[in-house]
């Protein structure tokens, strides 16, 4: 099937594929959804170098993540080639002795040319490229990746996430929470211009570790797995220029469709004080209902 995106003429294929066995979901709705969802999505992606999570043979086959921009996309897909990290050279130095070209999802035609290749994740750093492309460019917020472990969910992470929001209450701008769509609950806080990474690590480890000092029985900064049972980790460490995390409004590679979505402070609480995980876990259909209802949860980060 040949379709028209914005000007663009993409060639789709296998849509009536299956690519979430347990509902049925296919890979034509897939590309609906990132179409209907990109006027919310694509400004969180532009600018940002994406990695992309590919699962041709849906979730139940093997997946694998590409970072490279593949070397058959059009010539339109805009890219930027950022430092290698594998070199043991590290981030910021001069003279890189590689780089990696990634693809940038500026436009509609982009994102629906990513998802017919069965991208269903994208993931993308805590940076933009900027008009000089000087790479990695400064951190524009702080993350906090709450990851429940054994014997927790995600109304753990909500307990954590309030926890961390009142340790910011009149010193910062309000962290906005969204959920992983996996397991977790994502907290974001816009950073000063000029931040820099160094200072931007340094306060989320402390405070992370004030967070763990003060609830010990059900919080840990160690990715340990022997320490993670029953408690929630703070995963503090992605505050780093080589990490990245699922972009907002991502599809997850689970097996059922459901996606990586914004949620109020309200809907946290009500999750706390229901202890139900379902509550914070949206299908596609919810996604776009919720943004048709709310807008964009998220667009002071955009």
Same mark, same amino acid.
């Given at each position: 099937m040949?379709?028209?995106?914005?000007?663009?003429?993409?060639s789709?294929?296998?849509?009536?594929?299956v690519?979430?066995?347990?509902?049925?979901?296919?890979?034509?709705?897939m590309?609906?959804?990132?179409?209907?969802?990109a006027?919310?999505?694509?400004?969180?992606?532009?600018?940002?170098p994406?990695? +992309?999570?590919? +699962?041709?043979?849906?979730?139940g086959?093997?997946?694998?993540?590409?970072?490279?921009?593949?070397?058959?996309?059009?010539?339109?897909?805009?890219?930027?080639?950022?430092?290698?990290?594998?070199?043991? #050279?590290g981030?910021?130095?001069?003279?890189?002795?590689?780089?990696?070209?990634?693809?940038?999802?500026?436009?509609?035609?982009?994102?629906?040319?990513?998802a017919?290749?069965?991208?269903?994740?994208?993931?993308?750093?805590?940076?933009?490229?900027?008009?000089?492309?000087?790479l990695?460019?400064k951190?524009? #917020?702080?993350?906090?990746?709450?990851?429940?472990?054994?014997?927790?969910?995600?109304?753990?992470?909500?307990?954590?996430?309030?926890?961390?929001a009142?340790r910011?209450?009149?010193r910062d701008?309000?962290?906005?929470a969204?959920?992983?769509?996996?397991?977790?609950?994502?907290?974001?806080?816009?950073?000063?211009a000029?931040?820099?990474?160094?200072a931007?690590?340094?306060?989320?480890?402390?405070?992370?570790?004030?967070?763990?000092?003060?609830?010990?029985?059900?919080?840990?900064?160690?990715?340990?797995?022997?320490?993670?049972?029953?408690?929630v980790?703070?995963?503090?460490?992605?505050?780093h220029?080589?990490?990245?995390?699922?972009?907002?409004?991502?599809l997850?590679?689970?097996?059922?469709?459901?996606?990586?979505?914004?949620?109020s402070?309200?809907?946290?609480?009500?999750?706390?004080?229901?202890?139900?995980p379902?509550r914070?876990?949206?299908?596609?259909?919810?996604?776009?209902?919720?943004?048709?209802?709310?807008g964009?949860l998220?667009?002071?980060?955009?």
């Open positions: 040949v379709a028209a995106v914005e000007g663009r003429r993409l789709l294929s296998n849509l009536g594929k690519l979430y066995p347990a509902t049925g979901f296919t890979k034509g709705e590309l609906d959804y990132y179409s209907r969802i006027p919310v999505m694509l400004p969180h992606l532009r600018d940002r994406v990695t +992309f999570r590919r +699962f041709p043979d849906g979730v086959g093997k997946s694998f993540v590409e970072k490279h921009v593949p070397s058959h996309a059009p010539e339109w897909v805009t890219t930027v080639r950022v430092p290698s990290t594998g070199t043991g #050279h981030w910021g130095g001069s003279g890189y002795p590689g780089e990696v070209e990634y693809a940038v999802v500026a436009d509609q035609p982009t994102l629906i040319w990513a017919n290749l069965a991208v269903i994740e994208f993931h993308v750093p805590l940076w933009r490229a900027g008009p000089r492309r000087t990695p460019g951190p524009d #917020h702080l993350v906090f990746d709450l990851d429940p472990g054994p014997g927790t969910s995600i109304v753990e992470c909500c307990r954590v996430a309030s926890w961390i009142g910011m209450t009149g701008r309000e962290p906005l969204k959920a992983s769509g996996s397991k977790g609950l994502q907290l974001y806080v816009g950073l000063p000029r931040t820099s990474w160094d931007a690590r340094e306060r989320a480890l402390r405070l992370a570790q004030a967070v763990a000092q003060d609830h010990p029985e059900l919080v840990v900064t160690s990715m340990k797995k022997d320490l993670r049972r029953g408690r980790l703070i995963d503090w460490s992605q505050n220029p080589a990490k990245t995390t699922v972009a907002v409004y991502s997850r590679g689970t097996a059922d469709p459901s996606a990586s979505a914004p949620v402070w309200d809907e946290v609480r009500d999750c706390e004080r229901g202890g139900d379902q914070l876990r949206f299908t596609p259909d919810q996604v776009l209902d919720r943004v048709q209802r709310h964009d998220f667009a002071s980060l955009a």
